[in-house]
């Protein structure tokens, strides 16, 4: 069973940075993909970057391309998302996700395990 806990959030003032971090552990996830989604309130839950476990193919929603970067740590089995230029539009809760393929998919059905997810919120 693969668990995701998800840490690093809080409040930071808009163009502020801020850094999430995806601790994963159970089976070995060379072959998975791992996903950031988020949630604001009312809204449904959307993509927001995807690295594969064991390569370098990495995806970006058009919202964030230039101020979040996902990266991985394979010693610490741990996926990170560095969000800079933080807007009021990126309040939300930030899921992890893994996905038991190395395809990405920016489609939250096509995830097989999540974190609980960690807050972030921007503010003026």
């Known amino acids: 069973q693969v668990r995701l806990v998800e840490s690093g959030g809080g409040l930071v003032q808009a163009g502020g940075s801020m850094r999430l971090a995806c601790a994963a552990s159970?089976?070995?996830?060379?072959?998975?993909?791992v996903s950031w989604f988020r949630q604001a309130p009312g809204k449904e839950r959307e993509f927001v970057a995807s690295?594969?476990?064991?390569?370098?193919?990495?995806y970006y929603a058009d919202s964030v391309k230039g101020r979040f970067t996902i990266s991985r740590d394979n010693a610490k089995d741990t996926v990170y998302l560095q969000m800079n230029s933080l807007k009021l539009e990126d309040t939300a809760v930030y899921y992890c996700?893994?996905?038991?393929?190395?395809?990405?998919?920016?489609?939250?059905?096509?995830?097989?395990?999540w974190g609980q997810g960690t807050q972030v919120a921007v503010s003026s």
């Open positions: 690295i594969r476990w064991g390569g370098a193919s990495i």
């Open positions: 159970g089976p070995t996830f060379s072959s998975y993909r």
């Open positions: 996700a893994a996905r038991i393929s190395p395809l990405t998919s920016s489609r939250k059905e096509d995830y097989n395990y």
